[in-house]
């Protein structure tokens, strides 16, 4: 394969082609086909002159590459060069080109005073020799190089006939053979009738493979399960008490949380009184009584609330008399009953320790109301008593 390259050559701004085999330029006229042969035949011969150089162009140029051998030339006003397999030549004679095209093949034949070159030719140039009258002709027809180069390819043709040959051999026995094959299907006639039966067993056997996966994924589900059972085996072994006690238990337990949450009410009462243990008596003056006074009505408020706690804290005593069985389950939330169990216990203390406190506030009341009639003036007007 030869790959050709022209630009600014005659009426060739920039072409490419390829040329494969034999190789043929078809087209209407003046389109460049000749040009092409002309800028072909002047890269090889290193064409004199610049007149071939396109209208407008300054330069041309013609690459040629074969398979071992790459061939610029370029052509301007007085700058004229060649890169052949990359090495440039820019001191090259008129009409010649340099020697490694020579050495390729591509030198001319003298018939006479005439060059001939027999690798290609021009348009309209005749590529018969017998018409030349030069002794010198019969030499040319007889060239070694010349004859080697067609004999070649004869050669090669004649091979690839041969070639061709043996694969149409080769193809014809393919072909007796495939016809062997189908002359014994020929003995099979009731096919037809077996593939639809043939069909419906292969969907058969896929409802099977199908069933087969599924028994199979609940094989592997049992196998879980198993290990599942195994392990909560040991659940078997705890033994839950009476359903009758449980109930009777439970309903303790819920008086129990009742009277927790009292007590939390409770707790948060004392807790808003507690400065009722700071209050200092004033002077014996009326300002200081009516402020005793006013003090002595939120203490009359308080001991109401007293006498409420105290008779509360009375019905919470028998809590303690309560006795909470012992029940050891070990099921989700028995936790949670047996830390309720202690708070209420802890409650139970701490209710012992506000009964105490309150009897103690009590006392403490007493001895203010007293005091508050000990005084002779009113504490509602500050007048005298009678």
């Not at 099977?208 to 996966?213: A, P």
Request: aromatic share 8%.
């Amino acid at each position: 394969m030869i790959q050709v390259e022209i630009t600014n050559y005659e009426s060739l701004t920039h072409t490419k082609l390829q040329i494969e085999g034999f190789t043929t330029l078809i087209g209407r006229n003046y389109l460049g086909k000749s040009s092409v042969l002309r800028a072909i035949n002047a890269a090889l011969t290193n064409k004199e002159g610049t007149e071939f150089i396109s209208w407008g162009a300054t330069f041309c140029e013609v690459h040629l590459i074969f398979p071992d051998l790459d061939i610029l030339w370029h052509k301007e006003e007085g700058n004229n060069f060649y890169k052949i397999n990359g090495k440039e030549y820019t001191k090259i004679g008129r009409g010649d080109p340099p020697q490694e095209i020579l050495d390729a093949g591509f030198k001319p034949i003298l018939v006479g005073d005439q060059k001939l070159y027999l690798n290609y030719a021009v348009q309209f140039f005749p590529l018969f020799l017998v018409n030349k009258k030069d002794s010198k002709s019969a030499d040319v027809l007889t060239s070694v190089y010349g004859l080697d180069r067609i004999y070649k390819a004869i050669d090669l043709c004649n091979k690839e006939q041969r070639a061709n040959s043996d694969m149409l051999r080769l193809r014809e026995k393919d072909l007796v053979l495939v016809g062997k094959g189908l002359e014994k299907f020929k003995q099979f006639p009731n096919i037809a009738i077996i593939l639809p039966n043939l069909k419906n067993k292969k969907k058969e056997l896929q409802e099977k493979e199908f069933e087969i996966l599924k028994i199979n994924r609940w094989g592997s589900l049992l196998k879980d399960l198993n290990q599942h059972t195994k392990r909560l085996k040991p659940i078997s072994g705890i033994s839950l008490p009476e359903s009758i006690k449980v109930t009777e238990d439970i309903k303790k337990f819920q008086i129990l949380v009742q009277y927790n949450l009292d007590m939390t009410r409770l707790l948060n009462f004392l807790r808003k009184i507690k400065p009722v243990h700071a209050i200092s008596l004033p002077e014996n003056n009326v300002s200081g009584i009516k402020i005793i006074f006013s003090e002595y009505q939120k203490l009359i408020i308080w001991g109401n609330s007293y006498s409420k706690l105290l008779r509360e804290t009375t019905r919470l005593d028998n809590v303690q008399k309560i006795k909470l069985p012992v029940i050891n389950i070990d099921i989700e939330g028995i936790p949670k009953i047996k830390q309720m169990y202690e708070q209420a216990k802890q409650l139970s203390s701490e209710l012992k320790s506000i009964k105490i406190s309150i009897e103690s506030l009590t006392s403490e009341i007493e001895k203010v109301g007293v005091e508050l009639d000990s005084f002779d003036l009113c504490p509602l007007c500050g007048a005298k008593r009678g």
